[in-house]
Structures are given as C-alpha cells and as structure tokens.
C-alpha cells in the first residue's frame, strides 16, 4: 500500500457492521452511532464510510459490491459477512422439526463467494481486510429465537440436538473466513479470539445473543486500531 496523506475506508457487512443493537428499553432494534466503524474513523487518517446492512448476507453482498464500495474508489474494503448467512428459519424449524433444513449460505457457497468477493476487490485495486465473526451466546441466542415459546423450544432443540451446536455451526463460518484469508492472502483480523480472551465475553452482547452491545463496538474497535497500529501504523492519525 502507497503512503498517502489520507486514505479512504468503506466497512463492508451486516447489521454489526452498521451498528444495529437490540434497546432492550425500546423493545427494538435501532443503530447506534458511536458503532465500531464510526470509533475507528476517529482515529483513521481518512473517511470510514459505512457500508453495512441489516439482514446483509454473502449473496447480497455480491450484489452490492459496486454500489456500495467499487463506485467509491476506496483503498481499503474491511470485510464482515457470515452472521446471517450461517442463520436458519428457526420459525420453519420450532413447526417442522423433523425436515431437513439449510441455513440462508451453505458453507461451501460462502467460502467461494468470499473468495470471489476477494478477488473482485483487489482487481478493483481495493485492498480486502477481512473480519471473524465475534462469537455469540448460545443460550441467549436460543432464548432469542424461541421467544420463550414451549413447543418451540422443545422442537428447535429436536432438530438441534443441543443449544450449544448453535455456537458450534457459527463458529464453523468464522473458521472458514479465516481459510479464506490465508488462501488468498489476505489481511485479516481476529476479532472473535481477541473477544474471547475476555473473562466474560457475553457482556458485550446484547439481550439477542448476537449483536454487540456498545461496550461490544468499542471492544472490536479498539482491537482494529490496536491491530492498524501494530501492522498499518501509517493509517492512523
């Protein structure tokens, strides 16, 4: 990468990367402005455009690459998808329990998506940084999907077989962004480990299990600026 006066960023995902966050007080979700991306664009020698979208999956971002990052010239795209393509229709499963049922991205479309999405952006001359998925909380998730509801629980946790494969089956997504990035040599940056290190990582999620709550966006901030600063200090202000 040239060393430049500025440089531009676009954060590239889903509803983690656009700041979505369940206000338990509201009862809904809503998008919180001090998000991960917003807290690094503070520090970053540039703009940070957020690019994120709820419900956001591979498929979709294929489908937005050049709106949404190759039409703004940026010289970095950082990348976190795999939250939403891992998920199931737990509403089809809590009824049907007995059926096969596959999740929004099979792993296998994800890996090649991935791959292409790489590919596509550094031929763009963007250079790719990728994310892993910070982990979740499987029995607030299970909770979450359930909503307190008997005869789903009993059914989801029939075709489950246990909660716990829940944490299992997402963290398979965030090991295949990691051999994605290696394969094609690409930056990466370890969230989901550097999360777990803490002594109670579920503080940082919201009631939902999943998204991050705001100390959640301040800790995956601070552990890309940590990471830029360690590897890419010229990006920083």
Partial sequence: MKTKESYNLVAFGDSITKGVIYDSRRARYSRLKDCFASIVGRSFKGTVCNAGRFGSTIKRGISKMYTDVIIKTPDIVLIEFGGNDCDFDWGDIAKDP??????????????????????????????????????????????????????AEKNVLKWLGSEVKIYNWHRTYSEMITKVAHRTKTTLIDVRSEILKQNDYNKFLCIDGIHPNLEGHSLIAHIILNFLKDNYSFLLL
Avoid: Q, V
Avoid at 105 to 133: A, Q, R, V
């Fill in 98 to 151: 007995d059926s096969k049922h596959r999740p929004k991205t099979d792993i296998s479309t994800f890996n090649d998506m991935l791959s292409n999405m790489i590919c596509t952006f550094k031929e763009s001359g963007i250079i790719p940084m990728l994310m892993t998925l910070p982990p979740l909380d499987y029995k607030r998730y299970f909770n979450w999907i359930t909503k307190g509801d008997k005869t």
